[in-house]
């Protein structure tokens, strides 16, 4: 056991459940934990010069913290070993971005400490309430990216439950195998994207299965693509049981879990620290202004990220729960780079989806485009849909101006194509 994993057990022992960690507790802990990562972090010279700043490479206070310079996303792409804090001979996995946002990829390196230590030593059992008789579909993908390989540790190894490794359609594995395993399994939990869970939804009633009766789900985790609340409701409906929301990356792993309240993402304080910053000037926004997300892992040796740059737009406050979990949450706004411009004021696609899901007569597929201050939406009919063209361009026209107060053009096309890999909603001309 590591240096890092050795005070995070520690602290366990000596506090109990990470979920009832009062404020003092936290802070001296995530104090603690950055600077043990400094300490790592100096043998690498991308990061020593981001903390020549600070003397000896050690901070007193979280507000020290912040003369430190920001990581960015452009910095890292194309080289591999930038962040390595290790040698080549302690590295175990490598993962790759997807590339969904652009340019070259980005490596995420893993220690076997950071695979096995980090991930399943901490518990948030409020948080992640699966009994050891479980069986999770684990509909995420696992060539290169870490979001299939890091749920299954969490899962199978953390809490001990039973995991299918569907994957999100490879070479072994179809959507429509993954949707008659479901059910002739009777698996209790689906983790996928949104997306996908609107997919298997189709093939499932293709195969002529009835998503709610013919199946055995109780439970849906929504990750890797980020919708908003009324296509989870949505989500919710076609299959008969609650969806919630768990938000992570490639780079820095689990960022945000939603609890039973569905209010926020809580964040997982004792793995992840996160700041909300202007974007622009890099100033620390205020509990509840909206900003960029920055993280910052507490639990990386092969590959830490030091006040990462997400791109992800939210805001974080500092609230008493029903659920009881006493970390703070966070609220996403969508992506900086998705925002929509429309005559000169930012709207998030999430926003505009959310009004246009108000409209029972359309599918879970669209498309939004935005050409000379004009939104556009490309939408479909549901499969149950029975109205006019033109009764559903008016409900979708009616719904975005209710909500959003501009006018769409809306498009009715027979099919929105589908996709295996993540969702792309904006069309960016």
Not at 109 to 125: A, C, K, N, T, V
Not at 229 to 258: D, M
Request: hydrophobic letters at 35%.
């Amino acid at each position: 056991m590591n240096k890092i994993n050795l005070i995070s057990q520690n602290y366990q022992k000596e506090y109990g459940n990470v979920e009832n960690w009062n404020e003092e507790t936290k802070n001296r802990y995530i104090l603690e934990m950055i600077n043990e990562t400094l300490k790592i972090a100096q043998n690498n010279e991308f990061f020593k010069n981001k903390m020549r700043k600070i003397e000896n490479g050690n901070i007193e206070s979280l507000k020290e913290f912040e003369d430190i310079d920001f990581t960015y996303k452009d910095e890292l792409r194309g080289h591999p070993y930038k962040t390595v804090c290790v040698g080549k001979d302690k590295l175990s996995q490598i993962n790759i971005s997807t590339g969904t946002t652009g340019g070259e990829c980005i490596y995420v390196f893993y220690s076997l400490e950071d695979l096995y230590g980090s991930e399943i030593r901490i518990h948030y059992p409020t948080l992640i309430p699966v009994s050891k008789t479980d069986m999770i579909v684990n509909a995420l993908p696992y060539e290169l990216s870490s979001s299939g390989l890091s749920f299954q540790r969490v899962f199978q190894i953390g809490e001990e439950a039973m995991v299918l490794p569907a994957g999100k359609g490879g070479t072994y594995s179809s959507p429509e195998k993954t949707v008659k395993l479901m059910h002739v399994l009777e698996s209790e939990i689906l983790l996928t994207t949104p997306s996908h869970a609107a997919l298997l939804y189709e093939i499932a009633v293709n195969l002529g299965l009835n998503p709610i009766k013919d199946f055995n789900l109780k439970k849906i985790w929504l990750t890797g693509e980020g919708c908003s609340n009324n296509f989870r409701k949505r989500i919710e409906k076609i299959w008969g049981c609650e969806a919630f929301y768990y938000y992570g990356s490639l780079e820095c792993g689990t960022l945000g879990i939603e609890c039973s309240e569905k209010d926020g993402y809580h964040i997982p304080e004792a793995h992840i620290y996160i700041e909300i910053v202007n974007p622009r000037t890099g100033e620390k926004c205020k509990d509840g202004e909206i900003g960029e997300v920055v993280t910052t892992t507490l639990l990386r040796e092969g590959n830490p990220f030091i006040r990462y740059k997400t791109g992800d737009l939210g805001y974080v406050v500092n609230k008493k729960c029903k659920c009881g979990v006493n970390h703070k949450k966070l609220y996403l706004c969508g992506r900086e780079g998705d925002q929509l411009l429309i005559n000169g004021k930012s709207f998030s696609p999430y926003f505009i989806e959310n009004a246009i899901m108000e409209v029972a007569e359309i599918g879970l597929w669209y498309k939004l485009s935005v050409e000379n201050n004009q939104l556009n939406i490309i939408v479909e009919p549901d499969l149950k849909c029975n109205s006019s063209e033109a009764e559903i361009m008016d409900k979708v026209k009616a719904a975005v101006e209710k909500m959003c107060n501009i006018t769409p053009k809306v498009y009715v096309v027979e099919k929105v194509p589908r996709v295996l890999t993540k969702a792309i909603r904006v069309i960016k001309e």
